[in-house]
């Protein structure tokens, strides 16, 4: 295989950055990375990290996911300048922590235009370039939160979700077309996520009963703890290079092995219930 003409979305900041500079400056395969990121204002530390990668094989374009008319101009950019797009990978991601009665539809819909819609978007302006050449790849990083619940994480949880069935719905029909298509569990990791999480997800919890709030704090507390264990960005970025090298990838991969021991729970309990006990340190 040649030269791959990879897109990722966001790469600004955390794994969607550690991604465009680990492909770029891959020695054994060779890669010709558009990185995009809604606001070209941010691509300090992309640019310093791309080193001599910048506008060689590495370039820096802007992509809103939220918006189908961004997505379509950032592809068709592509197509202009390289005639393909043989890897997709969907990172753009936004997290919310919270009790859900608490948080308004405006933050809630933000999570699924971003995490659910903004890949739709992504997925359909490639589909039919790729099922007409019969080849692709499309990697979607996802979260443990996609396959099992997380208390307090609702509306995230469930955007995550939905990233599992329509990556189980479409992969069936894209193998026809030798297209794979994956999904990409990270647990938690060193990136601005949290931070970002906390500055959104909080709103709101003042109007929540005690009870309720003493149970967010809680988990805010774990969660702390938590996150100093977390992985790197760059781990991630190997793992999906991984999956990109992978003649024939799985439909999921997690990137750490707590994951898949929460995953297997899940799956040899039908009824669910054994997720009301599954928690019991982060809701004291
Ligand atoms: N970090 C974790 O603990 C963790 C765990 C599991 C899964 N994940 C998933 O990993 C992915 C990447 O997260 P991260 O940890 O790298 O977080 P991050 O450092 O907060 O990066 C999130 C990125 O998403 C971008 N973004 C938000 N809305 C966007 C939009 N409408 N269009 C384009 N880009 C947009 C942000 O851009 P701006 O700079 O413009 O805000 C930022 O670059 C997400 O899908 C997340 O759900 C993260």
Known sequence: MGERVVVITSCSTGIGLSTAVQLA????????VYATMRNLAKKGPLVEKAGDTLNKNL????????????VKAAVKKVFNARGRI???????GVGMVGALECQSMDSIKNIYETNVYGVIHCIKAVLPSMKKKESGQII???????????PLCAAYCSSKHAISGLTESLAPTLKQFNINISVVEPGPVSTEFTNTVRSIGFSGIEDGDEKTKKLVESFTSSMDKIVTKAQKGEEVAECIQK??????????????PALDAMTAKKYVDITGNSFLTSFPQYLK
């Open 140 to 150: 979607t990083v996802s979260s443990g939160a996609g396959r099992f619940g997380v």
């Open 59 to 70: 370039f820096i374009i802007e992509m809103d996911v939220k918006s189908e008319s961004s």
């Open 25 to 32: 400056k891959s020695e054994a395969k060779k890669y010709i």
């Open 243 to 256: 999956v990109v090298e992978t003649e024939i990838p799985n439909v999921y991969y997690t990137t750490s």
């Open 86 to 92: 043989d890897v997709l990978v969907n990172n753009a």
